[in-house]
Each structure stands twice: as C-alpha cells, then as structure tokens.
C-alpha cells in the first residue's frame, strides 16, 4: 500500500501526517524541532511506503529538507502560493492544514516548487545577502544626501558623499549634533562598502569557473552582479518548459484579467521570482545605454507606447533571450533577438 505524508511546519514544532490511498490518515502527531531525529524517527516507520514528503515551504524549511533527504525520505517542496484552499470545514487546525496538503499529494495535484541544491542553496544566499547590505548603503547614503539638502541647500552626488572626510564635515555650517548624525552615516556606509566587496570576491571567486555564468554574461546590458543573479536564481534551466516559462517566472509577463476586451483584474502579479524581475530591468536600463541595435529598438517601441511599457519589454526580450542563451549554450546576438 502506498502511503503520503505532509508536514505542517512551524518555528518550534511541526505537525507530520500520514494518508493511506483511500484518503484516510494513518497517522499524525505534534513533533518538536529539536532534535531533528524526532521527525525522522516518528516516520520511519512509513519510510518504504511513503511516495513522498510535502513540506511547505516556509522561511525555515532548508533544515528539514536536508534532514529528511538524509535521512533517504523523497521530500516535495509545496508552492503555497500555488495550493488549492479547501472550503466547506468550519474548524482548520496544524493537523488539517497536513491532511489537506497529503490528501492533494495523494490526487497527484500537489503544486511543487524547485529545490535547489544545497551548495548552490548557500551561494545564492550569500548573493542575497549581498543585495541586502546593497540596500541599506542606498538607504544611508539617501540620509546622508537628505541631511544636507534639508539643512544646508546643497546637492552631493553619492560618490561626493562617500569621499566626504571629517574635517570637511567639521568645516560645514551646521549644528555639532548634526555632524555628529552625518558622519556615523558615512562610516556606516564605508563599513557596508568593504562588506560588500568582500561578498563580491567571495561569489565572483566561485562564479568564474561556472559555465552558465560565463554563457549569461554574453547577454547585453548583464555583467558580473546581474550574471550571478541570474544564474543563481534560475538554477538548472532546463526545469523550465519554454522561454514563456521562463519570462513569466522573472516576472515579465502581463498578468491582466481580459474578458470580451475588457480589463476585469490583475492576476497574481508577485507570482515568481523578485530578484530575477530585478536583473532583467536593470539589465534592460544597461543594455539600452550601451547596446545601439537594443536602444534603436527601444526608441521604435517608446514612439508607439509609454517608455515604462518600452523598458519591460527589452526586459522580457533580455529574458526569453538568456533563456535560449543558457539552454543552447550560444553567444547573445542582438540583431536577432531585437530584429
């Protein structure tokens, strides 16, 4: 008899199901986190019958896949976004939200999503990681940039800022507590700065040798930051079916609701993956300032629609273009990608 389990997973705890092929739970109980061998050791015994694993895939989910894939359970990743609610109960609870998600693995309409290998996992991350500390330089230096146009007049650049000492910032007419905020700013940012190159070197060292990295990079307007993004968040290519599937996961599809020529909503516009819709439009902005056969296009679609409506449509030509790209490991060519 083949046998389906589901896991309700928590921060402290988890709940694991079991569903026979008639639909009825064989068992279920509340396991702690720690130690990790608890949950293997409450399925073990349903080890050989067991078709798959389903795990939500919730913030703290890299754990407990790892410890079931060693322990030699097949784990599914859920794609909650994705599962199907049931309606008609009055009560849900941890047990049901398991039992629900075994049962659709059990009708085989269970919505999974990419487990990506560990190692490559942890160096995604660790570019993630990168954007963040990213972030927050801009979000200091637009302190910085803010403090002195509101006290003093002046506009600095970014670059200005970052070179400003503290004996220029001694010699502005402003107030010493004023000065004193601007140059903790400055040293937060030249801190986050030498971060950020570390983590550069860190990526780029094992980036390098990589194939797809090397391929993603003839692509126009990508260079080292989004070629790494892109590699590593789209993982093995060939999970997805065609270019559209591939464009639509980085976001570059329409998700507008028509009907008889009529708007009528938005479909899940955050459906795929954000840092990928990030490395298509700022590879879109590079390619359009330096790749004249992509900036000729862009202006012929700007004189016909907006030039937001123009931007993402280089982003998804750049798109559907990597994916081609990274599936035929061939070189970008600009004339016929844009022709």
């Given at each position: 008899?083949?046998?389906y389990?589901?896991?309700?997973?928590?921060?402290?705890?988890?709940?694991?199901?079991?569903?026979?092929?008639?639909?009825k739970?064989?068992?279920?109980k509340?396991?702690?986190?720690?130690?990790?061998?608890?949950?293997?050791?409450?399925?073990?015994?349903?080890?050989?019958?067991?078709?798959?694993?389903?795990?939500?895939?919730t913030?703290?989910?890299?754990w407990?896949?790892?410890?079931?894939?060693?322990?030699?359970?097949k784990?599914?990743?859920?794609n909650?976004?994705a599962?199907?609610?049931?309606?008609?109960?009055?009560?849900?609870?941890?047990?049901?939200?398991?039992?629900?998600?075994?049962?659709?693995?059990?009708?085989?309409?269970?919505?999974t999503?990419?487990?990506?290998?560990?190692?490559?996992?942890?160096?995604?991350?660790?570019?993630?990681?990168?954007?963040?500390?990213?972030?927050?330089?801009?979000c200091?230096?637009?302190?910085?940039?803010?403090?002195?146009a509101?006290?003093?007049?002046?506009?600095?650049?970014?670059?200005?800022?970052?070179?400003?000492?503290?004996?220029?910032?001694?010699?502005?007419?402003?107030?010493?507590?004023?000065?004193?905020?601007?140059?903790?700013t400055?040293?937060?940012?030249?801190?986050?700065?030498?971060?950020?190159?570390?983590?550069?070197?860190a990526?780029?060292?094992?980036m390098?040798?990589?194939?797809?990295?090397r391929?993603?990079?003839t692509?126009?307007?990508i260079?080292?930051?989004?070629?790494l993004?892109?590699?590593?968040?789209?993982?093995?290519?060939?999970?997805?079916?065609?270019?559209?599937?591939?464009?639509?996961?980085?976001?570059?599809?329409?998700?507008t609701?028509?009907?008889?020529?009529?708007?009528?909503?938005?479909?899940?516009?955050?459906?795929?993956?954000?840092?990928?819709?990030?490395?298509?439009?700022?590879?879109?902005?590079?390619?359009?300032?330096?790749?004249?056969?992509?900036?000729?296009?862009?202006?012929?679609?700007?004189?016909?629609?907006?030039?937001?409506?123009?931007?993402?449509?280089?982003a998804h030509?750049?798109?559907?273009?990597?994916?081609?790209v990274?599936?035929?490991?061939?070189?970008?060519?600009?004339?016929?990608?844009?022709?």
């Open positions: 008899m083949q046998l389990a589901a896991i309700d997973l928590h921060s402290s705890n988890c709940v694991p199901v079991v569903m026979d092929e008639q639909g739970r064989v068992f279920s509340r396991v702690p986190n720690r130690p990790a061998s608890a949950i293997v050791d409450a399925l073990a015994p349903y080890r050989d019958q067991l078709v798959g694993v389903a795990v939500e895939s913030p703290n989910w890299y407990l896949e790892r410890t079931l894939r060693e322990a030699d359970f784990v599914e990743l859920v909650t976004a599962v199907e609610q049931y309606g008609g109960k009055k009560h849900c609870d941890d047990f049901s939200d398991a039992e629900h998600l075994a049962d659709l693995m059990r009708m085989n309409r269970l919505p999503a990419y487990i990506c290998p560990e190692k490559d996992r942890a160096l995604r991350d660790l570019a993630r990681k990168r954007g963040q500390l990213v972030r927050q330089r801009t200091q230096l637009l302190s910085a940039h803010n403090l002195i509101r006290d003093i007049g002046d506009h600095v650049t970014g670059n200005a800022l970052k070179a400003l000492s503290a004996s220029v910032v001694n010699a502005m007419p402003l107030l010493a507590d004023q000065k004193t905020a601007l140059k903790v400055l040293a937060v940012v030249r801190c986050l700065d030498s971060q950020i190159e570390r983590l550069e070197r990526i780029l060292a094992q390098r040798p990589r194939e797809d990295f391929w993603i990079k692509v126009s307007g260079g080292d930051v989004l070629g993004t892109i590699a590593l968040e789209c993982g093995d290519i060939t999970r997805f079916r065609s270019a559209g599937h591939f464009a639509s996961y980085a976001r570059m599809v329409d998700a609701r028509i009907s008889n020529g009529k708007k009528k909503g938005s479909g899940n516009a955050k459906c795929g993956n954000r840092y990928l819709a990030w490395a298509f439009m700022e590879a879109a902005h590079h390619a359009i300032t330096h790749d004249p056969v992509i900036r000729r296009w862009y202006q012929r679609k700007c004189a016909k629609s907006h030039k937001v409506i123009a931007m993402k449509a280089v030509k750049l798109a559907r273009a990597s994916f081609h990274l599936t035929h490991k061939e070189e970008f060519d600009a004339h016929r990608a844009f022709s």
